[in-house]
């Protein structure tokens, strides 16, 4: 990996034409993996985890911000549901369709900075990824933040290049977008500012208008999202700065950091996050490419501040996704410029091919969950909520006007998803009157008092019923999931809450 290619060739290595590698054979491939992805999504194989029902909950009331995520993901599962239905291929359409065009973004990064060749080699490098084959079969904030990432990662390389403002507007914009998809696209512009620091080919472009546009734009776009923030308490911050904070304990965590550095193996393939560490490990040597500088700038702030993070409190393995834009087209070039390294492309794509064969395949060849013990099953957590929510609607029928209350946020999300439960006919039980989750901050009991509520709890009354004016146990709901294993609910009809 020693190759360098002077940056004066870039825009001619760009317009290289490579026989076989158009943009037709990245369009056929991606569209191809797509398609699977979208027949496996239509045959509804797994329920909704609790927080893609939370997810969905929030998509029936669009607002500027919700209390844990910026309002993206919201907004594009009212889209999707509006046009395919509330079910969960409804509720999950947009993430392979996102990760689709992150992957043509990416193609045209890698030709515009290479050739066709890396371009090709990219969008099917992250088409087939680990965690791209499972983020693109469910509803996360990580498919909008990566597409929109991938969208300002091509219009900045424009923008340095050619120094136009209109490439600079389109990377503000987009950054713009992937802010609100997901906090993490902060590192986007500290990352560019780095290149520009490091790159004595683009420093003076710190001297010209176009970076410091596209950060107004991006601000200008995010200004409603921090705008409903605040006005609500600056929430969703606070929680993003909750789930950053230092945890008590030990000063370091050497087992979180290697759980967290090992789990990358996982997230971007075993071969290719090893190449990748070693591009990082080769940075003097890399950085001799200016192509490869602004790649690894991309890379390494990101990584490098989740490591410390897990390091010193904890991290979990998706933190780090949006670094895998930039590393994809980084690896597969470093593999592409020596010929005794491309067999490593094949075979990294081999076994993610493998990989995402097994994750959407093992529902086909597997006997049911219920005859199986529950830490066998990777998707042991999904597991029953349907039938729980058949349950709680038929109760809901004997019981018109009843409300549904639940002292649990995830379990509150299933019930509203499955069982179809108007959001504001549901509520979490709060009386110390902590925000803590976005139904403590929309939904508030105290506006129902005198009302009747169906509580469903998995640990009893707990004093509960103590603030109702009558309580009736009604039989428990309880469903197996595996051999070993039920969701089991006890349920009370309480009459006329008397308030907190």
């Not at 569209?31 to 992805?37: D, F, H, L, S």
């Not at 009604?474 to 609910?489: C, F, G, K, M, Y």
Request: charged content about 20%.
């Amino acid at each position: 990996m020693t190759d360098t290619v002077h940056p004066s060739h870039a825009a001619a290595a760009s317009r290289r034409a490579v026989a076989g590698y158009g943009p037709g054979t990245a369009l056929a491939a991606v569209a191809a993996i797509t398609a699977v992805r979208l027949v496996y999504l239509a045959f509804e194989v797994y329920p909704l985890h609790a927080d893609e029902a939370q997810y969905w909950s929030w998509s029936l009331d669009p607002a500027f911000g919700y209390y844990s995520k910026p309002p993206m993901l919201a907004w594009l599962i009212w889209l999707t549901t509006n046009l395919a239905g509330h079910g969960e291929f409804g509720v999950r359409l947009a993430s392979p369709l996102l990760h689709a065009v992150t992957a043509m973004m990416l193609y045209l990064t890698g030709r515009r900075l290479f050739d066709a060749r890396v371009g090709v080699w990219s969008a099917v490098v992250w088409a087939t990824l680990p965690a791209v084959s499972l983020s693109a079969v469910i509803a996360s904030t990580d498919a909008p933040l990566l597409m929109f990432w991938s969208i300002a990662l091509y219009a900045f390389v424009r923008a340095v290049e050619d120094d136009r403002l209109a490439w600079w507007a389109g990377c503000g914009l987009a950054l713009g977008l992937a802010l609100l998809s997901k906090y993490a696209a902060i590192a986007f512009p500290i990352s560019a500012l780095l290149y520009l620091l490091l790159s004595r080919k683009r420093r003076p472009l710190l001297r010209r208008p176009g970076p410091y546009l596209a950060l107004a734009l991006a601000l200008l776009v995010l200004a409603p999202n921090l705008a409903w923030n605040a006005a609500h308490g600056w929430l969703t911050i606070g929680h993003v700065g909750e789930n950053a904070a230092f945890t008590e304990g030990a000063l370091l965590n050497p087992k979180d950091f290697a759980e967290f550095v090992g789990a990358q193996f996982g997230v971007f393939g075993p071969i290719l996050f090893g190449v990748l560490l070693v591009a990082l490990a080769r940075w003097r040597r890399e950085a001799r490419d200016e192509r490869m500088l602004l790649l690894l700038c991309f890379v390494a702030p990101l990584l490098g501040a989740i490591c410390a993070q897990a390091l010193l409190s904890r991290a979990h393995a998706n933190w780090a996704a949006a670094i895998y834009a930039s590393a994809t087209v980084a690896v597969v070039a470093a593999l592409l410029r020596e010929r005794r390294w491309r067999w490593l492309l094949w075979a990294s794509l081999g076994l993610h091919l493998v990989a995402a064969a097994a994750l959407y395949g093992v529902e086909l060849v597997r006997p049911p969950a219920t005859e199986w013990p529950r830490w066998t099953d990777p998707a042991r957590r999904l597991r029953g909520w349907d039938e729980v929510g058949a349950e709680l609607a038929a109760l809901r029928a004997e019981h018109p006007g009843a409300l549904l209350l639940s002292e649990e946020r995830r379990y509150l999300a299933h019930y509203l998803y499955e069982a179809r439960v108007p959001p504001d006919e549901a509520f979490k039980w709060n009386p110390e009157g902590r925000i803590d989750d976005h139904y403590e901050l929309t939904n508030d009991l105290a506006t129902a008092v005198g009302r009747d509520v169906l509580f469903v709890t998995r640990w009893g009354d707990r004093g509960v019923s103590g603030h109702f004016d009558s309580v009736e146990r009604l039989p428990d709901i309880r469903v197996p999931t595996h051999s070993d294993s039920a969701i089991e609910l006890q349920v009370y009809l309480l009459r006329g809450f008397r308030g907190y």
